[in-house]
């Protein structure tokens, strides 16, 4: 079971807010509860890079889910200027393809000053709200969904990444197909008293830990709640007690 700082340290909360004063309101209603923060493309391009540094400043790690996808020189670009920006970790799109994958990882190292720290580098894999038959009729894409998450797996680690995100479904088979040190970040975790949304692939905080998620990606069971800070502290109960 974990502690209380442990299980804020695995959640992480999607700051999807239209501007950086909403996400400041929240942010001063969790203050003090040591958690990630996840910042989306919505409040990046609206907020800018001077947001993440403000995130920073206050002694938060970040997490930008800008999910980078282009010709591999591109990706390096990006992968340089947001290293330099300071973010904890950030991720690419895995079906950009392994050359995509190295040049990011190319970016970064050029980016970090000898004995910096390096950012954590994750692959998308298939979206949370991607469903078998859209995967398979849509998107193209034969099989499960699961042996598509792992097949992007399986390549983001050969490129020499440092995990992936895939619903709490797809964990556990991704440890035991790229081992435990590979990092699974895991969108979809859905409290037994929030809603579903959007999310078709989802798990409680509780069994996503049971799957050997590393990280849990929480929106709206927080952000949308009456209660921001209850709900959250909700959900660490549940991460640290039998009950």
């Known amino acids: 079971m974990l502690n209380r700082e442990q299980a804020a340290g695995r959640i992480m909360v999607a700051l999807d807010y239209p501007d950086k004063e909403a996400a400041g309101k929240l942010l001063r209603e969790l203050e003090g509860i040591p958690c990630y923060m996840k910042v989306g493309m919505q409040l990046f391009y609206a907020a800018g890079p001077a947001f993440v540094e403000q995130l920073k400043k206050q002694g938060y790690k970040v997490f ?12 390096k670009g990006g992968a340089n200027s947001v290293t330099k ?23 970064v190292d050029a980016a970090v000053p000898a004995g910096g720290k390096r950012p954590v580098v994750i692959a998308v894999t298939q979206l949370t709200s991607t469903s078998a038959a859209v995967m398979n009729d849509e998107i193209g894409i034969a099989g499960s ?22 619903s709490p479904a797809e964990a556990s088979a991704v440890k035991a197909a790229c081992g435990d040190s590979f990092c699974t970040v895991t969108p979809g975790i859905r409290p037994t008293w929030a809603a579903a949304g959007d999310q078709s692939r989802i798990m409680t905080p509780r069994e996503a830990l049971a799957q050997g998620t590393d990280y849990m990606v929480i929106g709206r069971p927080i952000t949308a709640a009456p ?14 007690t039998n009950e």
Do not use: Q, W
């Open 64 to 75: 930008l889910d800008v999910k980078m996808h282009d010709i591999p020189n591109t990706v």
């Open 85 to 107: 920006l300071g973010v904890d970790m950030f991720n690419v799109h895995a079906a950009g393809g392994s050359a995509m994958m190295r040049a990011a990882l190319e970016g």
């Open 145 to 166: 969904v699961e042996d598509a998450v792992l097949r992007y797996a399986k390549l983001a680690k050969e490129a020499g990444l440092n995990g992936v995100v895939a």
């Open 227 to 240: 209660s921001p800070r209850e709900a959250l502290e909700s959900i660490l109960k549940e991460l640290t």
